[in-house]
């Protein structure tokens, strides 16, 4: 953590580029050696997406390593593979928005054989290289799980059921339902979103009693509301009737507010 240099984010919770090349240089002047800009395509709780064309471009400057951890079934791992090519590499969830089980994900290299180099270790009981096949089908060396189950499949098999055309309607109905929820909560009394429009399917909200309802937005005002969330919560779980993550956002200020993730693609709008 010593190492981890933290870079100062928006209004809405995006890497700020101007703060990241000041960081850059900093960290150069301090006679150490930058190694990698972390950026994110749908950040975990706001949802936002940093402004990875022009982070890239400051990566490219100082000949950083930009890595992407991205959220988005295919519009974010598209933007980063467009040519040349904006992220080194990119960290992809199938099982957060793909409709793929746990656990399933991808780490993509932009560089062919990168990760054999990096994890290959030529066991010889294992991986000879003598035997009367192709032993370039011998993969195990070049993944980080060897031998453990072959989590992959899962996606090979939803891929090949849904197809390009049906993992994409998965997102859009994703989007869809959000921007359902995010209209009901606008025209709905009582209900206060954390930011008015949404980049990914993270909708953040309080909800406001109807005690509070139209008081002064003071310091108590919101330790009240802070208290709010976890109430709602332990009565929904007591009750057995719906389970809703929340938590504070102490850099932004945000007390306890209600994020809902809209990814299941059996919802419809109504």
């Known amino acids: ?25 900093e ?6 050696v930058p190694l990698m800009v972390m950026a994110s395509a749908g950040t975990t709780v706001l949802g936002t997406f ?23 079934s295919f519009t974010g791992i598209i933007r980063n593979w467009d040519y040349p090519p904006l992220s080194n590499s ?19 290299v ?19 290289p003598d035997k009367f096949y192709d032993t370039s089908y011998d993969i195990g060396d070049k993944t980080i799980q060897c031998g453990r189950r ?21 997102v859009d109905r994703s989007f869809e339902n959000a921007g359902y929820l995010l209209k009901k909560l606008k025209t709905t009394e009582g209900f206060k979103l954390v930011y008015p429009e949404f980049q990914c399917t993270n909708i953040s909200f309080w909800y406001i009693p109807p005690r ?33 993550q929340y938590q504070p956002l102490s850099s932004k200020g945000f007390v306890n507010f209600f994020r809902v993730i809209v990814e299941n693609p059996a919802l419809w709008t109504c």
Not at 1 to 25: A, C, F, H, S, Y
Not at 114 to 119: D, V
Not at 150 to 170: C, F, P, Q, S
């Open 1 to 25: 953590m010593e190492n981890v240099v933290r870079v100062q984010t928006d209004d809405i919770g995006r890497m700020d580029p101007n703060e990241l090349e000041k960081q850059i240089i």
């Open 27 to 32: 960290v150069k002047k301090s006679g150490r």
């Open 50 to 72: 940093d402004q990875l064309d022009l982070i890239s471009d400051i990566c490219k400057k100082h000949n950083v390593w930009m890595h992407t951890d991205v959220s988005d």
């Open 90 to 108: 990119v960290a992809w969830n199938f099982h957060k928005w793909s409709a793929v089980p746990i656990q399933c994900s991808a780490f993509v």
């Open 110 to 128: 932009n560089q062919k054989g990168l990760m054999e180099k990096c994890n290959a270790t030529s066991a010889e009981y294992l991986f000879q």
């Open 150 to 170: 072959v989590d992959v499949l899962k996606l090979w098999l939803m891929w090949k059921a849904r197809g390009d055309k049906g993992l994409g309607e998965v």
């Open 212 to 244: 509070l309802r139209g008081k002064p937005e003071t310091p108590e005002w919101w330790a009240e509301i802070g208290k709010v969330a976890p109430k709602i919560k332990e009565r929904m779980m007591m009750s057995g009737s719906c389970m809703i």
